[in-house]
């Protein structure tokens, strides 16, 4: 690559790399050819090569979410484990991630950017500074935007403030690299309207190290993610994936944001409250993905799972789907070969948190329908007959964690039939602008308890 394209001359802070001092010098107009840099990518590459050590006594937890609505407990979570691994979409379509996927293609980063902020440090004033660096957002009004962004990557915007030089030159040297790439693209002119600095910085890593987890495991040094945790795209690509739903009229809808919250192509932010968009007008089917190139964008197509979230799942102490859009952030990690098989093989705690409101994808569900989502996913139930599984739903899902005085109907009968005794209340708050949803302490203190009593038992059968 360094033969062939402009690339960024950076230090990696905190002694990451063996690396001696290198020259540092960026331009938007004269970007410079990197180093050598076969040892940086070796490294980047092989991304869980650098991890220490996981603590044997904290328990260790999957979660399949999205990036938003699990994010409110991700601190709280912080003080029960350490040891979670983050399996996120990579199918996100909306705002500022649409920009740069339309302009630069590959997979959509944003949610994952979203969480490695949440679990980055926050101990030092210079972790505070990154993280605000990292999370700070364009203006809404283009011309502003593009102002901005000038000035942030020229190194002259107060968001550096605070920022040491390890750091600034590293992140400042992808972002850099990222707008040389825009530059390059003379036929696209790409807008910076509510733009995400971590999301560019994002980009630019993976554009440089042509690969997803070598930029996923870049920020999550940057920001100081602990070592314990894992962020993983459910889906290790650099393409472009598109998610598509079937709905029960026979109805394809193409694109997440389409499925869950509709807009007019506005670069403003995702509206995500309850009243901003209108009911489907019949229920999902199944949600798959689907071509992003060629005539034919209507050809669905079967991605491969990330073969790190297989490793996780096989050796977990607990599996969870966390609260969000069900079919929109839950079900596009579920519905790849390989995780229902494992899921199913499991006889750890799988629990499932369920919302506290309706929201368009499941606007008239009760808690027995989630699990029933949940379990057609997994078995894939609706795709192609050679693919599909015939699991039950207690095979999937044995927990179900509940915020009290929320709006989803809990059907005990039902959920009893599926094979799913253990239903338990959690106390909730209520949010003005989604409504009721668990109070994060109250969450992980259940969840503790959950993985804690089936810890015992399994000691207990062993001895």
């Known amino acids: 690559m360094a033969g062939s394209s402009w690339g960024p001359s950076f230090l990696l802070c905190k002694s990451l790399l063996p690396l001696p001092d290198l020259p540092y010098r960026v331009s938007l107009l004269r970007p410079v050819l990197p180093p050598p840099m076969a040892a940086i990518r070796s490294s980047l590459n092989h991304p869980h090569c650098c991890r220490c050590s996981l603590n044997p006594n904290q328990p260790s937890l999957i979660v399949f979410s999205g990036g938003t609505a699990f994010n409110g407990v991700v601190e709280e979570l912080k003080n029960f484990t350490t040891r979670v691994a983050h399996v996120l979409p990579v199918s996100d379509d909306g705002g500022s991630t649409a920009e740069i996927v339309r302009v630069l293609g590959g997979p959509a980063v944003g949610d994952i950017r979203s969480r490695c902020l949440r679990l980055s440090d926050q101990s030092t004033a210079e972790a505070l500074a990154v993280r605000k660096l990292l999370g700070h957002r364009l203006p809404l009004d283009a011309r502003q935007a593009k102002s901005e962004w000038y000035d942030i990557v020229e190194g002259e915007h107060t968001l550096w403030n605070g920022v040491s030089k390890p750091y600034r030159e590293t992140i400042r040297a992808f972002l850099a690299y990222f707008q040389n790439q825009i530059l390059r693209r ?66 394809i809808i193409r694109g997440q944001n389409e499925i869950s919250h509709p807009s007019v192509g506005s670069m403003e932010p995702i509206n995500k409250e309850r009243s901003s968009v209108p009911a489907l007008p019949s229920r999902i089917k199944r949600v798959f993905y689907m071509s992003s190139e060629g005539s034919n964008l209507l050809h669905e197509v079967f991605p491969t799972a990330n073969p790190a979230a297989l490793d996780q799942l096989r050796n977990v102490d607990c599996i969870v789907y966390a609260m969000g859009s069900l079919f929109t952030s839950i079900c596009p990690s579920l519905v790849l070969l390989g995780i229902g098989e494992i899921i199913s093989s499991r006889s750890c705690r799988k629990v499932l948190l369920l919302n506290g409101t309706h929201d368009r994808e499941t606007s008239d569900f009760s808690a027995s329908c989630f699990v029933t989502a949940i379990t057609d996913a997994l078995n894939r139930t ?82």
């Open 382 to 463: 609706y795709g192609y007959p050679h693919n599909c599984l015939k699991n039950y739903p207690s095979q999937y899902v044995n927990t179900l964690l509940v915020p009290k005085d929320g709006e989803i109907p809990v059907d005990v009968q039902r959920l009893a039939a599926q094979g799913i005794l253990d239903v338990i209340m959690v106390d909730s708050i209520h949010d003005p602008k989604v409504g009721v949803i668990f109070d994060p302490k109250s969450l992980i203190q259940a969840l503790a308890d959950v993985v804690g009593t089936n810890m015992s038992t399994n000691v207990g059968e062993l001895n």
């Open 186 to 251: 003379s036929d696209e002119l790409f807008c910076f309207s509510n733009g995400s600095i971590g999301n560019f910085f994002f980009a630019g890593a993976r554009l440089f190290f042509q690969s997803l987890d070598a930029a996923i495991f870049l920020f999550s040094r940057v920001s100081d993610i602990p070592s314990e945790s894992m962020v993983l795209p459910v889906i290790s690509t650099n393409d472009r994936l598109t998610l598509g739903c079937e709905i029960w009229d026979g109805t």
